[in-house]
């Protein structure tokens, strides 16, 4: 079983900074691929960055690609998404995931499809006013 366990969020005025965090932890806790995904109030959840724990490869949804940063301390076992630029479309509930499996086909492009991940953290809110 795999906890994760996400800090980090919070309200920020549109161009400011947030940093997220997401602990893993679990008996023979080990997650291949680790990443973000975020809900809008009536959307669907969407990914918004993914990393392959194992060589750092990483995937980013569009519209945050060059304002969003996904990074690893494997040796806490801990993701962060460093938000820059933030965007009042940015707002949501942002969820960690991961999946355990290590799947050849998804190292040098982690899926940003959110049912190809298994376990889910509780959430933070992050809001962006304009």
């Known amino acids: 079983q795999v906890q994760l366990v996400e800090s980090g969020g919070g309200s920020a005025q549109a161009g400011g900074s947030l940093r997220l965090s997401c602990a893993g932890s679990?008996?023979?806790?080990?997650?291949?691929?680790m990443g973000w995904f975020r809900q809008a109030p009536g959307k669907e959840r969407e990914g918004v960055a993914v990393i392959y724990t194992g060589g750092g490869t990483t995937s980013y949804a569009d519209s945050v690609k060059g304002r969003f940063t996904i990074s690893q301390d494997n040796a806490k076992n801990t993701v962060y998404l460093q938000m820059n630029s933030l965007k009042p479309e940015d707002t949501g509930m942002y969820y960690c995931a991961a999946k355990t499996s290590r799947i050849v086909g998804w190292v040098e492009s982690p899926p940003l499809d959110p049912i190809r991940y298994n376990n889910w953290g509780q959430g933070t809110q992050v809001t962006v006013s304009s």
């Open positions: 679990g008996s023979a806790y080990s997650s291949h691929y």
